[in-house]
């Protein structure tokens, strides 16, 4: 909308009023932080830890020592399955997330749940958010090798169909480094302990922050103040 010369000094100061809104609004929106939630189980609740050894604190921690504008909401639930996990969305959704990376699937193998299933739940919950114009990010697990090759061929290749079929970022395995390690883990052998959280964490930078910047980038905000 524009308003004509000929209502004189009155249109000059409405087009100029007009020329502020449209400019500012925009510039308003992309200087809001961008909320990153971490959608998964004991692994991102941080069992047996203190809540700041966690390694969602620690990226909130790394990436705030980098001047990233980035708030990480920890939304892990210790004892947490694929299908737990699509059934606590909505909440999640409730806070308005921009990005979602999803850690899920160590207990659905923990119990032998049927990897189809965890690939639908998954699928299910990478459908659920791109729906609700959420960014989806996807972190791997590796089924036990106890639990037999075929069991473990279908299961570790959940995470690579997903990522292929959606075209959503992967990282790998989110025990890179720490699964195994009796030093990295607490006594169960299963969960990492502040030094294993520490080397999570570190991993997973390099992944989250390039993908943030290809977020901003794709959205027109900047992912540091």
Not at 143 to 150: E, S, T, V
Not at 193 to 201: L, P, T
């Amino acid at each position: 909308m524009k308003l004509g010369k000929g209502y004189g000094p009155f249109a000059a100061l409405v087009n100029s009023l007009l020329v502020l809104l449209f400019c500012a609004s925009p510039v308003q929106a992309r200087t809001d932080p961008i909320k990153l939630a971490v959608l998964g189980d004991s692994l991102a609740a941080g069992f047996g830890l203190e809540p700041e050894q966690a390694f969602p604190a620690l990226l909130q921690a790394a990436l705030k020592a980098e001047g990233r504008n980035v708030v990480l909401v920890n939304d892990g639930v210790s004892g947490d399955t694929s299908a737990g996990g699509l059934d606590r969305l909505d909440w999640i959704l409730g806070d308005k997330p921009d990005i979602v990376l999803i850690e899920l699937g160590a207990n659905d193998a923990l119990r032998g749940v049927d990897p189809a299933t965890t690939e639908h739940n998954l699928a299910a919950i990478i459908e659920k958010l791109r729906a609700a114009g959420v960014t989806v990010w996807l972190a791997g697990m590796m089924a036990p090798r106890n639990l037999g090759p075929d069991y473990v061929a279908a299961f570790d290749g959940i995470y690579r169909r997903l990522a292929d079929k959606y075209q959503v970022p992967l990282y790998p395995f989110v025990l890179d480094g720490v699964a195994q390690d009796p030093t990295l883990n607490q006594a169960d052998g299963l969960h990492p302990n502040a030094k294993g959280a520490q080397v999570i964490a570190e991993r997973l930078l390099p992944f989250i922050t390039r993908n943030l910047d290809l977020y901003a980038a794709s959205v027109h905000r900047p992912s540091r103040p």
